[in-house]
């Protein structure tokens, strides 16, 4: 059975796992309505990522591990788990996390299987993946402190996208930093934007946000550049899906817009997230695949036009924002400053 909705006033949460199946709120229903779906395998987990109903680049990759733990249950042959592995990490190709904690799982049931057979190999993939959830919970605790030291005295504080717990375990990443700085300062204030073409900010985090009694303003994407030029913002603090070698970051499209005013304004500039999300091998933004999604998002919202039929459409999901326009990435094993190919790799 899904399980009850989130109790008013408290912090939210976006997937539970029983033993067996997880359990996710559908997050494409907020905020008109908290409704738990129930996963039990790799096709329905496979959906539920892409059309984003389970979202924020720590609790996609968590979700993944949990999908493929299921499928190892129903089919530990290293055929099927490969297979499975390999459709699951592909839902969302900018994120990180997702094909790092399918791996991961993917490698405790290859291991079982050859050290104990196939049997074992379902027991083994359901403990890492449980292993993948507690440590992304304590990473978004340890983060959320760093980044509250960081930004100390800043009150107004501008925000894109959903990086809430809707997006990361307990407090999630950028909205657990404001959070920890609202917990210890409640002259904090967030300008949340709306975040098009989804609006999860709109949608997501202004929900996140009045649940928690964090005071906060909403605006249109556009005019977050107008603001902070005029000194009505003290610092940006943002999530993350991907970052490179060199500490350029994939997040939200529109963050890029974000860090230019911020540079210009000469105000900090930081993101938020585990080093899950730290991907060495990746060497600089160039070579993060930015997901382009389907034009009816653009087209329209909801079942309403907001377009012409058929009008071309340019959706890219993500974009990047070079290194050099970041003050400081906040991760739970620290801060990392430029240069990053130093910093992160000691992180």
């Known amino acids: 059975m899904p399980p009850a909705p989130n109790p008013p006033g408290q912090r939210a949460a976006a997937l539970r796992w029983d033993g067996e199946r997880l359990h996710l709120l559908d997050q494409t229903l907020l905020p008109a309505e908290e409704r738990w779906i129930t996963l039990a395998g790799v096709p329905d987990t496979v959906d539920a990522i892409r059309r984003l109903a389970i979202r924020g680049a ?22 099927a788990v490969r297979a499975a592995a390999d459709a699951l990490a592909s839902a969302r190709p ?17 291991g079982a299987t050859g050290e104990l057979g196939e049997r074992a ?3 083994a993939a359901r403990a890492e993946a ?3 959830h507690s440590e992304e919970l304590l990473a978004a605790m340890e983060l959320a402190r760093h980044g509250a030291e960081l930004l100390r005295g800043a009150t107004r504080i501008l925000t ?14 950028a909205l657990g930093v404001i959070a920890a700085l609202h917990d210890a300062d409640p002259s904090v204030r967030v300008l949340a934007c709306e975040t098009r073409p989804l609006l999860q900010g709109a949608r997501l985090t ?7 009694g964090i005071p906060f303003e909403l605006l249109v994407d556009g005019a977050a550049a107008g603001l902070i030029r005029t000194g009505q913002v003290d610092a940006v603090v943002v999530g993350c899906d991907r970052v490179a070698a060199n500490g350029d970051t994939a997040n939200k499209v529109g963050t890029y817009a974000h860090a230019l005013a911020a540079a210009a304004a000469g105000i900090p500039f930081v993101v938020a997230g585990p080093t899950s999300t730290v991907d060495l091998a990746t060497p600089d933004g160039t070579a993060i695949e930015v997901e382009e999604r389907a034009a009816d998002e653009v087209r329209a919202f909801g079942n309403a036009p907001v377009a012409p039929d058929g009008v071309a459409v340019r959706n890219p999901a993500f974009d990047v924002t070079p290194s050099e326009l970041i003050t400081a990435i906040v991760t ?5 400053r430029a240069p ?5 790799t000691a992180l």
């Open 206 to 212: 202004a929900w996140e946000l009045q649940r928690e």
């Open 332 to 336: 739970e094993r620290g801060v990392a």
């Open 94 to 110: 900018t994120a990180v996390n997702l094909a790092w904690a399918v791996e991961r799982v993917a490698a405790a049931a290859d």
């Open 121 to 123: 190999a379902g027991a």
């Open 130 to 132: 449980e292993r993948i």
């Open 160 to 173: 894109h996208c959903n990086t809430g717990a809707l997006a990361a375990p307990a407090g999630g990443t």
């Open 58 to 79: 720590p609790n996609i990759g968590i979700a993944g591990a949990y999908g493929l733990a299921m499928a190892v249950t129903t089919n530990p042959s290293r055929v």
């Open 340 to 344: 990053y190919t130093e910093s992160l």
